[in-house]
């Protein structure tokens, strides 16, 4: 059975650190996987993606430049490392898989940042 699981948030200061990750199971191959993002009250907001391979890698614009995905090399697993940290960023985080024409989503974890 496919699952995504999502482990990693909690509580930090702006300006401050966090990383997040995501490990997908149930899947035969290896997938390009994503991150999504939704604060209370807004719609769900692309924050990254990586392919199968690792080499290419893209940003939300809200987030480039301070955030840094990463995967395990022949993994399902991946790392989104979140620095210079803002309010803003206060969502919760969800690992994203589409395979098949099927969205895969785990159930998130939160993020919130707060002084």
């Known amino acids: 059975q496919a699952q995504l699981v999502e482990s990693g948030g909690g509580l930090v200061q702006p300006g401050g650190s966090l990383s997040v990750s995501c490990e997908a199971s149930g899947f035969q191959n290896i997938l390009s996987m994503n991150w999504y993002r939704q604060a209370a009250g807004k719609e769900r907001e692309f924050v990254a993606a990586i392919s199968s391979t690792g080499g290419k890698i893209n940003y939300g614009t809200s987030v480039k430049g301070r955030f840094a995905l990463s995967r395990v090399n022949g993994k399902n697993t991946m790392y989104l490392q979140m620095n210079s940290l803002k309010t803003d960023d206060t969502a919760v985080y969800y690992c994203?898989?589409?395979?098949?024409?099927?969205?895969?989503w785990g159930t998130g974890t939160l993020v919130t940042v707060s002084a």
């Open positions: 994203h898989v589409h395979l098949d024409g099927i969205d895969y």
